[in-house]
């Protein structure tokens, strides 16, 4: 740029392609890597394991208590069967 347009303009600062290329490219670098940070961060979460977990938990006991003829876990031998009409004492 010539001397009379930086001295009519002294606010603004010119780069060349090259530096406004390495300046981006650096942004979308740091913005990947903390995506994938992310990714990571995610995946090593306990949290989707423990819901498929409690899901799995959940579809059993849904399936046991649905079942003719068979006693909820864990009671005692002279507990009468659940029917699937029947519904446990909340």
């Not at 995506?35 to 046991?64: C, F, G, P």
């Not at 079942?67 to 864990?74: D, Q, Y």
Request: positive net charge; charged residues 30%.
């Amino acid at each position: 740029m010539s001397k009379r347009h930086t001295a009519k303009h002294h606010g603004r600062v010119a780069y060349d392609a090259g530096v406004l290329k390495m300046f981006w490219e650096k942004k979308i670098e740091l913005h990947t890597e903390q995506l994938q940070k992310e990714v990571m961060r995610i995946r090593r979460s306990a949290l989707d394991r423990l819901r498929d977990e409690w899901a799995r938990q959940l579809e059993r006991r849904n399936q046991m208590l649905q079942s003719p003829g068979r006693r909820p876990h864990g009671a005692p031998p002279g507990t009468p069967a659940l029917c699937g009409r029947d519904q446990p004492a909340a």
